[in-house]
């Protein structure tokens, strides 16, 4: 059984730094991709951050410079530092897995950034 954690959200001021975990179990993240998503208040999701079996990253233009998504493998764990936070950051953040065929995700994890 797959399972998937996001934690690492909060308040915090703009120009601050989180950093968010996506702890899994029943995968392996060194082996799949892993995604960042975001769903602000009114909004649709969107990607933020990537991170392939081969260490590529791709990250979204609003982010780029700002976040890093990287993996520790010994921890089975993905991580996206973000820092110089802006008020449009302010999101519910979900760390996604694509593994054997299916699409794997939790419960998401609250970032507010206050001007």
């Known amino acids: 059984q797959v399972q998937v954690v996001e934690s690492g959200g909060g308040s915090v001021q703009a120009g601050g730094s989180l950093r968010l975990s996506c702890a899994a179990s029943?995968?392996?993240?060194?082996?799949?991709?892993i995604i960042w998503d975001r769903q602000g208040a009114g909004n649709l999701r969107a990607r933020v951050a990537t991170?392939?079996?081969?260490?590529?990253?791709n990250y979204a233009d609003a982010v780029k410079g700002r976040f890093t998504i990287s993996r520790d493998n010994a921890k089975n764990t993905v991580y996206l530092q973000m820092n110089s936070l802006k008020s449009e950051d302010t999101a519910v953040y979900y760390c996604?897995?694509?593994?054997?065929?299916?699409?794997?995700w939790g419960q998401g994890t609250l970032v507010t950034v206050s001007s």
């Open positions: 991170i392939t079996s081969g260490g590529d990253t």
């Open positions: 029943g995968v392996d993240v060194s082996t799949n991709t």
């Open positions: 996604k897995i694509f593994a054997r065929g299916s699409l794997y």
